[in-house]
């Protein structure tokens, strides 16, 4: 069993930037495609960005591409998302989430899930 803890959220202005980080419990960090997802108010949770486990693979969405940067740090068990330009329509509750296997922008391949952390863009 994935445990999966966001942090980094928070309130900051239009063209600010913020740094999520996703701590993962487990010993097995190294073998996930980790992912990023997104919820705003009344939407469908969204993909924004993966990583798989060799760093072979990343993908954005293109709502994000150019403006955000996934990463990770297998030795810390982290996956990073750096957002930068940030926008007002980019507020939403952010998701990190793990899978075993291929990377995936569809939600229901993800196996684990954090709880997420609220990121908001003022105008």
């Known amino acids: 069993q994935e445990q999966l803890v966001e942090s980094g959220g928070g309130l900051v202005q239009a063209g600010g930037s913020l740094r999520l980080s996703c701590a993962a419990s487990?010993?097995?960090?190294?073998?996930?495609?980790m992912g990023w997802f997104r919820q705003a108010p009344g939407k469908e949770r969204e993909f924004v960005a993966q990583?798989?486990?060799?760093?072979?693979?990343?993908y954005y969405a293109d709502s994000v591409k150019g403006r955000f940067t996934i990463s990770r740090d297998n030795s810390k068990n982290t996956v990073y998302l750096q957002m930068n330009s940030l926008k007002p329509e980019d507020t939403a509750v952010y998701y990190c989430?793990?899978?075993?296997?291929?990377?995936?922008?569809?939600?229901?391949?993800?196996?684990?899930w954090g709880r997420g952390t609220q990121v908001t863009v003022s105008s």
């Open positions: 990583i798989t486990r060799s760093d072979g693979n990343i």
């Open positions: 487990g010993r097995t960090f190294k073998l996930y495609t």
């Open positions: 989430a793990a899978r075993i296997g291929a990377g995936s922008r569809m939600k229901d391949d993800y196996d684990y």
